[in-house]
């Protein structure tokens, strides 16, 4: 059986175009990205934890989708591992592209409405729940575009309606 096709990216971002890659084609990597809506519409964002590329930054929760898993199936091991909480359904939403000097990933983000538990940062990260424009800072260079499409379609009302 063949794999499926990936998804076209919504976007392709170069992260630190002048720092150098390794040459030739690099293998893209799948991450799944969960933007965890909160009763009062606000969103999380956590710290990457110490020891990892861009540590300190801030992004949304989430990590690599391991071989034979879907999305829905990473992201609920992920935030289940990494900050305690266990999802419901995981709302597909949009793909991003990006090439770090580290790295190349494809960032399968989907939208979280439903989820329980209390958060729990296992890795030592911090967090924060947001709301646009966000006020921690630095924010990953990955996790911009996340925060422009959120700012284009608007509140998380609208965003649960589309969901
Ligand atoms: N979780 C998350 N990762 C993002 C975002 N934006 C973005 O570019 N990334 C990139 O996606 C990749 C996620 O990989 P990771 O290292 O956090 O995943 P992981 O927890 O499975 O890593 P591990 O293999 O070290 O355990 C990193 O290269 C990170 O820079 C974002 O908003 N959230």
């Given at each position: ?30 991450v799944a990205v969960g933007?965890l ?9 956590t710290?990457r934890p110490?020891?990892k ?8 929760p989430g990590g690599k989708v391991e071989?034979?898993e879907?999305?829905?199936q990473a992201l609920r091991r992920e935030l289940q591992e990494e900050i305690g909480v266990t999802i ?27 989820w329980?538990g209390?958060l729990q940062m296992h890795e030592g990260q911090?967090f ?36």
């Amino acid at each position: 059986m063949t794999a499926p096709a990936a998804p076209a990216p919504d976007e392709v971002l170069v992260v630190d175009a002048d720092r150098p890659r390794a040459p030739g084609p690099r293998p893209v990597v799948d991450v799944a990205v969960g933007v965890l809506f909160d009763r009062d519409g606000r969103f999380l964002l956590t710290t990457r934890p110490p020891g990892k590329a861009y540590a300190g930054h801030w992004e949304f929760p989430g990590g690599k989708v391991e071989p034979g898993e879907t999305v829905e199936q990473a992201l609920r091991r992920e935030l289940q591992e990494e900050i305690g909480v266990t999802i419901g359904s995981a709302h597909p939403w949009r793909v991003l592209e990006a090439d770090y000097p580290h790295a190349r990933v494809r960032l399968h983000v989907c939208r979280v409405f439903d989820w329980r538990g209390e958060l729990q940062m296992h890795e030592g990260q911090a967090f924060a729940w947001q709301t646009l424009p966000v006020t921690v800072t630095p924010v990953l260079p990955g996790t911009w575009p996340l925060l422009r499409w959120m700012a284009q379609e608007g509140g998380p009302e609208t965003a649960q309606a589309n969901a």
